[in-house]
């Protein structure tokens, strides 16, 4: 297993790399951009005209102001911008995984190895953590070593950057799930990509409605993004609520998708 994990993350490893520098450009122009709307308490009051479901997927929801670290960082980054980035990385590695060499061709070449289909499964998606854990490591460095030069370090500790950066990048991973359970079972990269970006996608909407319409509130539980914005990891850290049921969802999708792949023929 250990093998197959190292080889997984040898073959992404450029990727993996250019993917960190575009993280850390990204936090970069982030912090840079912070001194121009500091204090700024025009952009406060107009942000605070907002609807309940635009406020809520911008991070501005519970008194969260723009012109503050934290309102700034949620509506900037935390609850839009990074986590559309671990998506698009998580899903994408997470197709190929299994469906995605399947299809090249590749995947056969390493089944006919005396390692079983569930633990070469296994090993891929611990890879998938382990890069997209390498991502988050950069994220917070690169936040961490920027904030103090541009104020938005004040009365915002590391340890809430590390966990709102965890939380967000938890809630990837659960569509980044869905991506590699579709591929596992049906050896098929577009269903695996459709299906968890449709996903990701309508829920991202369906948890701006929920604000709003009450017929809607009561799915919002089964809502990843529910479970990173309620919980405002930025504001309380990285809580129970926002890494327990998405990690319970990763592990049950996962669980799922061992059985069948193990069973179907290959192409």
């Given amino acids: 297993m250990w093998s197959v994990l190292t080889h997984a993350m040898h073959r992404r ?15 970069g122009l982030l912090a840079a951009a912070y001194p121009t709307v500091r204090d700024n308490h025009e952009l406060d009051n107009t942000f605070a005209n907002l609807s309940p479901g635009i406020q809520t997927l911008l991070g501005l929801s519970n008194n969260n102001l723009l012109s503050s670290p934290t309102g700034y960082l949620d509506s900037q980054f935390y609850a839009n911008i990074w ?17 995605g060499d399947e299809q090249a061709g590749t995947l056969e070449l390493l089944v006919a190895n005396p390692i079983s289909r569930v633990r070469i499964a296994l090993a891929r998606y611990t890879a998938l953590l382990a890069l997209t854990a390498s991502l988050v490591i950069v994220c917070v460095v690169a936040l961490s070593a920027l904030a103090p030069s541009t104020g938005l370090n004040h009365g915002l500790p590391a340890a809430r950057l590390a966990g709102a950066t965890i939380a967000a990048a938890l809630c ?37 409605l929920a604000a709003q319409v009450a017929a809607l509130r009561d799915t919002r539980w089964i809502n990843p993004w529910h479970w990173l914005l309620v919980t405002d990891p930025l504001r309380h850290g990285l809580t129970t609520q926002a890494w327990l049921p998405a990690a319970g969802a990763c592990t049950v999708l996962v669980l799922v998708a061992l059985p069948p792949l193990a069973r179907r023929d290959l192409r």
């Fill in 13 to 27: 490893r450029f990727a993996l790399a250019w993917w960190a520098l575009g993280v850390a450009g990204m936090c």
């Fill in 83 to 99: 986590p559309l980035i671990v998506l698009v990385f998580t899903i994408g590695f997470a197709a190929w995984t299994i469906a």
């Fill in 172 to 208: 990837a991973l659960v569509f980044a799930s869905v991506a590699f359970a579709v591929g596992a079972v049906t050896g098929s990269r577009p269903a695996a990509l459709a299906t968890s970006a449709g996903l990701a996608i309508a829920g991202y909407v369906l948890e701006g």
